[in-house]
């Protein structure tokens, strides 16, 4: 039988009660990531079927984005290394990422995010916060949850763009 998803597995060591959904949605997405792309070749990684973003894409967004979010709940801008990572999120790269590599990159920044998400004092999570040059209103416990639902939002792609492209038969 398999293992239940992540929230139906009682709760996480060092997560507070009020960031237990945003943790387990993390832990969720982590599993997900290698259970639907890790077979994929390069190939079928970059492939944008029907003009859709490729799964390296989503991989290389999830690790960037949870970078750039975690800056910005320390209350910190990001760095102009951050704001060109952006545009290479899109990119193959040469050589060519595999996906083992990025799904790694990917889950090392879930494991960033979970460990955030421990280091977080529960008097902190209203703190406000900013986001961008526009300076958008925030907080942190904002910020926490909009990593995990953003996170969960890729990986739904990436579930869904992995199938296609084994569909399309490219090797």
Not at 132 to 159: D, M, S, W
Request: overall charge negative.
């Amino acid at each position: 039988m398999a293992e239940p998803e992540a929230w139906l597995r009682g709760p996480l060591t060092g997560i507070d009660p009020v960031l237990m959904p945003a943790a387990h949605a993390l832990v969720q997405a982590s599993e997900d990531l290698e259970q639907a792309a890790s077979d994929v070749t390069v190939e079928q990684l970059w492939v944008k079927p029907g003009g859709a973003a490729s799964l390296g894409f989503h991989l290389r967004h999830i690790a960037g984005s949870i970078d750039r979010l975690l800056t910005y709940a320390r209350g910190e801008e990001i760095s102009e290394a951050q704001r060109h990572a952006i545009a290479r999120e899109q990119e193959p790269g040469e050589p060519l990422a595999h996906a083992a590599t990025l799904i790694q990159q990917a889950q090392g920044a879930i494991e960033r995010a979970l460990g955030a998400i421990r280091a977080t004092p529960k008097e902190s999570l209203f703190e406000a916060r900013t986001i961008g040059r526009k300076a958008l209103p925030t907080n942190v416990i904002g910020l926490l949850f909009h990593i995990a639902e953003h996170t969960q939002r890729h990986t739904g792609q990436i579930i869904t763009t992995a199938r296609i492209v084994r569909g399309l038969g490219l090797r």
